[in-house]
Each structure stands twice: as C-alpha cells, then as structure tokens.
C-alpha cells in the first residue's frame, strides 16, 4: 500500500487552469495504475482520469476529455492532473486513487490507496 497526498487545489475563474499533483510514498510506484476521481457538492464521487503503470495509456470521463491531462513522473513518485478551461460544474474535492489493478482505478472499487482530497472550485 501507497500513502497519497494531493496538493494543487484552489480557487479558479471559469475558464483557468489548475494542474493537481498526488504524491506517493514508497518505493513501488511504478507498479501501481493512478487514478483521479471527484466529489461534487451532493454528488456520487466519480472517475475522472486514469494512467497505466508506465504512463503508456490513459483514460479519461466523457466530461473532461480534452480539457484534462493526466500524466506520471515515476522518478518522482508523482501523478498529475493538468485542467484547463475550467467550468463551474467541475467545482469539487479530487481525490487520486492508486492501485495494481487498472479495472479498479477506472471504476474506484477495491481500490488498495486513496488521498485526502484536494478542493477545486471554479466560479463563473
């Protein structure tokens, strides 16, 4: 198991950018797939994002496709999520997810880690 710790949260016009960061402890971050999910006021917490264990493939909701990057720097035990062209409606706590499992960090099931949470809020 991996300890995640998310920072890059903040206030932001409709239309900015934020780039969230989930920083890993331990030594086997390589061997672990990442994903980022969300938690809106009132809302189910849902995907977001995911990245493979090398960085090869990712995959993104529907709602964020084109707008949000996900990438990892494995020397740095680090996951990124680059947002651009922020709406309201992404106003949110964001969560980063790690497991071996790619299955469970698209669907956020049985997922081995998960971070404290870092707030997001666009206003319009």
């Known amino acids: 198991q991996v300890q995640l710790v998310e920072s890059g949260g903040g206030l932001v016009q409709a239309g900015g950018s934020l780039r969230l960061s989930c920083a890993a402890s331990?030594?086997?971050?390589?061997?672990?797939?990442m994903g980022w999910f969300r938690q809106g006021p009132e809302k189910e917490r849902e995907f977001v994002a995911a990245?493979?264990?090398?960085?090869?493939?990712?995959y993104y909701a529907d709602s964020v496709k084109g707008r949000f990057t996900i990438s990892r720097d494995n020397a740095k035990n680090t996951v990124y999520l680059q947002m651009n062209s922020l709406k309201p409606e992404d106003t949110a706590v964001y969560y980063c997810?790690?497991?071996?499992?790619?299955?469970?960090?698209?669907?956020?099931?049985?997922?081995?880690?998960w971070g404290q949470g870092t707030q997001v809020t666009v206003s319009s």
């Open positions: 331990g030594r086997t971050f390589s061997r672990y797939a």
């Open positions: 997810a790690a497991d071996s499992s790619l299955y469970a960090v698209r669907v956020g099931k049985g997922v081995d880690s």
């Open positions: 990245i493979t264990w090398g960085g090869g493939s990712t």
